[in-house]
C-alpha cells in the first residue's frame, strides 16, 4: 500500500473547517495565482499580449491580471517578439531589476529561437541571455497559446520547493 501525501486536506469534522497544508503547497498555490507580468513587447506578437488582456481572452482569471511595467513589482517577464542584439541589454537589464522569485514567458517563434530572422543583428532566442520557464509557440502565437503557456508555468510554481529554496540561509543555521 503506497501512501501520498496530498497538498491539501480537509476535514469537515473538526470544528470551524479546518484546512491542513504543507506550507510550501500554501506559498506556491499563493504565488502561482498572483503572478504579475512585465509585458516586454518587442514586435507583434504584442498585439497578441495585449489581446490575452483583452474581455474576450480575460487573463485575470488566472491571477495575472495587473500588468507591471515596473520591473521591481513584476515577477513574470513576458518576452513577446523579435529580440535584437541592441535591445538584449535592456532586457538583461530589467530582467536582473525584477526580484526574487521571478519567471520568464518566452511568447513566439522569435523570442524562442529567433524565428524567421537569421541575421546578424537578431539574437536567436531569448534563453541566450536569461532563463526560459515556458516556451509559447507560434508566428505570432494566438491569445489561447499564451493562457496555454501560463497555465503551464503556473503548475511549474506549483512543484517548486519555495521555502527550502527562498530561505536557505535561514534553514542553514538551524
Not at 517578439?81 to 522569485?101: F, N
Amino acid at each position: 500500500m503506497s501512501t501520498t501525501l496530498s497538498p491539501v486536506a480537509y476535514d469537515g469534522k473538526i470544528e470551524g473547517n479546518v484546512i491542513f497544508t504543507q506550507l510550501d503547497a500554501a506559498i506556491n498555490w499563493m504565488r502561482s495565482h498572483s503572478l504579475w507580468p512585465m509585458p516586454m513587447g518587442l514586435a507583434c506578437c504584442a498585439i497578441e499580449l495585449m489581446a490575452a488582456s483583452s474581455s474576450r481572452f480575460d487573463i485575470s482569471r488566472f491571477g495575472a491580471e495587473v500588468m507591471r511595467f515596473s520591473p521591481r513589482q513584476a515577477d513574470v517577464m513576458i518576452v513577446a517578439g523579435t529580440v535584437t542584439y541592441k535591445m538584449a541589454l535592456a532586457v538583461k537589464r530589467i530582467w536582473d531589476q525584477m526580484p526574487e522569485p521571478k519567471w520568464c514567458i518566452a511568447m513566439g517563434a522569435c523570442a524562442s529561437s529567433g524565428g524567421m530572422y537569421r541575421s546578424y543583428a537578431v539574437l536567436q532566442g531569448i534563453d541566450h541571455l536569461i532563463p526560459v520557464d515556458v516556451y509559447v509557440s507560434g508566428c505570432p502565437p494566438r491569445p489561447e497559446a499564451l493562457l496555454d503557456g501560463l497555465m503551464k508555468l503556473q503548475a511549474k510554481i506549483m512543484k517548486e520547493h519555495s521555502v527550502t529554496e527562498q530561505k536557505k540561509e535561514l534553514l542553514e543555521n538551524l
